[in-house]
């Protein structure tokens, strides 16, 4: 058995840490033969320290499915990557303002082509630190694009997306958060890649998640579960509901597993 969660809002709490409650449960999870991996939209230096944590030992799925990154090797498995042309970039730009953020995602690093508040929470909140943007290499094949703004101002740059023709996915990771990913970039077939990898046969998964992005990993998933503070859509995508993030959700993922497991 496999269990795959998003980390925002299903497995983190609200100051970004894993409850000593999930993590004890993760780690019998482990002990009794399962197995335990993460799927986010973060980069490897922003997951590492949970990996650590966590003692994962399973190639995690990130940039919400464009990378499948191995902690034990320290090499990418799996990557889908895009081009942006320089007039679509220099719109990009051009709309930004003070209550919006654009991070460019690239070779396992990310920067920025301004420096405001709305960049500086997210740093704090990911544990990360953008380097500036350099326009030499804006040609350059990316992993991803995170635009960060009030709704309305991410459903500007959804449009100008959808009008450019660029060929790529789109996806609400959070309220406030847009992600233009690589064409085919998806949790979902990040997850198929992910059990193909591993030619386990038998091997059943669970997907726990909370937001639009995680959507196509439950579909994927043999069973898919959203989490109690979930958005409506992944509620409707779901299987079955758990707790909400905030009361150990993956604890109690697990808690009902095992419970099952007596039973039969």
Not at 28 to 39: D, P
Not at 157 to 165: P, Y
Request: aromatic share 6%; net charge negative.
């Amino acid at each position: 058995m496999l269990i795959v969660t998003d980390m925002d809002g299903t497995l983190l709490d609200r100051s970004q840490n894993v409850s000593e409650e999930n993590a004890r449960a993760i780690k019998e999870f482990k002990a009794r033969g399962g197995l335990f991996t993460l799927a986010t939209g973060r980069m490897e230096s922003a997951v590492l320290p949970y990996i650590r944590r966590l003692e994962i030992d399973l190639p995690v799925i990130l940039y919400n499915g464009a990378k499948i990154y191995s902690p034990v090797t320290g090499k990418v498995l799996y990557e889908k990557r895009l081009v942006i042309p320089k007039e679509i970039w220099k719109r990009f730009i051009s709309s930004l303002c003070d209550e919006s953020a654009i991070l460019v995602y690239r070779e396992s690093d990310v920067f920025a082509p301004v420096r405001n508040e709305v960049l500086e929470m997210h740093e704090r909140k990911d544990g990360v630190r953008c380097k500036d943007m350099r326009e030499d290499w804006i040609d350059d094949p990316i992993t991803k694009i995170l635009f960060i703004a009030p709704r309305d101002k991410l459903e500007q740059f959804e449009s100008l997306i959808t009008t450019s023709g660029i060929r790529c996915e789109m996806v609400y990771s959070e309220a406030n958060y847009l992600e233009l990913l690589p064409e085919g970039a998806t949790k979902g077939a990040a997850l198929r890649e992910l059990v193909h990898m591993l030619r386990i046969e038998g091997l059943h998964t669970i997907a726990v998640g909370d937001n639009g992005n995680d959507i196509t990993m439950l579909q994927q998933a043999d069973r898919g579960i959203a989490v109690e503070n979930a958005s409506q859509p992944l509620k409707e995508a779901a299987d079955e509901l758990t707790v909400h993030h905030e009361n150990h959700a993956i604890h109690a993922v697990i808690h009902k597993l095992m419970l099952m497991e007596k039973e039969a």
